[in-house]
Nanobody, 127 residues
Framework: EVQLQASGGGSVQAGGSLRLSCVASGFSFDEYAIGWFRQAPGKDREVVSCISETDGTTYYADSVKGRFSISADNAKPTVYLQMNSPKPEDTAVYYC????????????????????WGQGTQVTVSS
């Protein structure tokens, strides 16, 4: 069974920092990518950041570029999302997801390319 366990969410003040973690297991992909997506009440689910576990390629949404950073530990595998200087508009449930990845193909930022999803972790940013 595929398991994606997200953790590290909680409450943080604007301008602080927070680090989310996602441990993935049970999938057979030997080349894969892990993405972070978020959804706020009344809003569509949107991509935050993705990383290729094949070659380390990363993607950041414009809204978080320069503030968030993504990293991965392929041995576990685990992916992290370091959130620096979060803003109230970053408040959302953050989900990690895993999908097939190929080094010869551009890293996908599309939800449809990530078939396995975790339960999400709540992040609340206060002003």
């Amino acid at each position: 069974e595929v398991q994606l366990q997200a953790s590290g969410g909680g409450s943080v003040q604007a301008g602080g920092s927070l680090r989310l973690s996602c441990v993935a297991s049970g999938f057979s992909f030997d080349e894969y990518a892990i993405g972070w997506f978020r959804q706020a009440p009344g809003k569509d689910r949107e991509v935050v950041s993705c990383i290729s576990e094949t070659d380390g390629t990363t993607y950041y949404a414009d809204s978080v570029k320069g503030r968030f950073s993504i990293s991965a530990d392929n041995a576990k595998p685990t992916v992290y999302l370091q959130m620096n200087s979060p803003k109230p508009e970053d408040t959302a449930v953050y989900y990690c997801a895993v999908g097939r990845d190929y080094a010869s193909k551009e890293l996908s930022r599309e939800r449809a390319d990530y078939p396995y999803w975790g339960q999400g972790t709540q992040v609340t940013v206060s002003s």
